[in-house]
C-alpha cells in the first residue's frame, strides 16, 4: 500500500511538471502589468507586439494596452506652454484666440530664434520671410507664403503657431522639430521681419544717441 501511494505520487508529480512545461498554454490575465512589466523601456525599442498593444479597440483582451500619450490636462516634463487644440478646422479658427505666451524675446533668445528660422523655414520663405527662400525660387514648390503681406502681418499669433504645430498647405508640422516654447520664438521672430516691427526696429537702431552735455560747461554757467 505505501509503495502505491509512492508510485502514484511520481506518476502525479511528473504529470504536474509536463502539464507546467506545456509551451501551448496561454498565461491568464495581469491584473497589473506593471507589476509584471516595467514601463521603463528604451525610447526607441520596439515593444514585444506578443504582449503590448497600443490599440484601444484590442484593450481587454490578451494583449496588454500600453497608453503611451500623456494624460489629458498634464504637461510633459520640458514644455512650459501646453497646446490642446484639435488639428481640424475648428481647432484653426479656436487659434486665433489663443494668447502668445512669450510677450517678448530678450537679447539672447532674438538670435537663437533667428538660427532656428534659418535652419527650419528659410529654405522656403527665405531669410527675410518674404517667400524666396531656395526651394521656392527653384520652382520645386509653388504656393510658399511671403510672411511679410498684410495676410500675415494681421494673422492672429495663436493661428500662427497653429500652423506651425501642425502644418498649413504645402507646408507640413515642425511639432517634431521644434518644442511649444520654440514655435513661439518663431512667431515672434516672423513679426520681427514684417514691415511694421522692421521698421520700427530699423528705426530705434538709427535713432542718434542723446547729445552729450558737459558738466564742466554746465556748473559755468
Same mark, same amino acid.
Given at each position: 500500500?505505501?509503495?502505491? %501511494? ?7 508529480? @511528473? ?7 506545456? =509551451? ?7 491584473? @497589473?502589468? *506593471?507589476? %509584471?512589466?516595467?514601463? !521603463?523601456?528604451? #525610447?526607441? !525599442?520596439?515593444? *514585444? ?12 483582451? &490578451? ?5 503611451? =500619450?500623456?494624460? $489629458? ?15 481640424? =478646422?475648428? /481647432?484653426?479658427?479656436?487659434?486665433? @484666440?489663443?494668447?502668445?505666451?512669450? *510677450?517678448?524675446? =530678450? ?22 520671410? !518674404?517667400?524666396? /527662400?531656395?526651394?521656392?525660387?527653384? /520652382?520645386?514648390?509653388? /504656393? ?28 507640413? #508640422?515642425?511639432? #517634431? ?13 516672423? &513679426? ?10 530699423? %528705426? $530705434? ?9 558737459? #558738466? ?6
Amino acid at each position: 500500500m505505501k509503495k502505491l %501511494a509512492i508510485i502514484s505520487g511520481l506518476f502525479l508529480a @511528473m504529470g504536474i511538471a509536463f502539464t507546467g512545461c506545456d =509551451s501551448k498554454r496561454q498565461p491568464g490575465k495581469i491584473y @497589473m502589468p *506593471d507589476m %509584471a512589466y516595467s514601463r !521603463a523601456y528604451e #525610447s526607441y !525599442a520596439e515593444q *514585444d507586439s506578443t504582449k503590448f498593444t497600443t490599440d484601444p479597440a484590442k484593450k481587454g483582451g &490578451r494583449l496588454i494596452y500600453y497608453n503611451n =500619450s500623456p494624460v $489629458t490636462g498634464t504637461i510633459k516634463r520640458g514644455e512650459l506652454f501646453p497646446y490642446t487644440l484639435p488639428n481640424d =478646422s475648428n /481647432g484653426y479658427k479656436m487659434s486665433a @484666440m489663443v494668447k502668445n505666451p512669450l *510677450d517678448s524675446m =530678450s537679447a539672447l533668445e532674438l538670435p537663437e530664434a533667428q538660427r532656428l528660422f534659418n535652419i527650419n523655414c528659410a529654405i522656403c520663405h527665405g531669410d527675410k520671410g !518674404a517667400g524666396n /527662400g531656395p526651394l521656392a525660387t527653384s /520652382g520645386k514648390i509653388g /504656393g510658399i507664403a511671403n510672411l511679410t503681406l498684410p495676410l500675415y502681418i494681421d494673422m492672429k499669433d495663436g493661428t500662427m503657431f497653429h500652423s506651425i504645430t501642425y502644418g498649413r498647405n504645402n507646408m507640413g #508640422s515642425y511639432a #517634431s522639430q521644434l518644442s511649444r516654447e520654440q514655435r513661439w520664438m518663431m512667431v515672434n521672430y516672423i &513679426r520681427t521681419l514684417q514691415p511694421k516691427a522692421a521698421a520700427a526696429t530699423a %528705426a $530705434t537702431t538709427a535713432a542718434p544717441a542723446p547729445a552729450k552735455t558737459d #558738466s564742466a560747461a554746465v556748473k559755468k554757467g
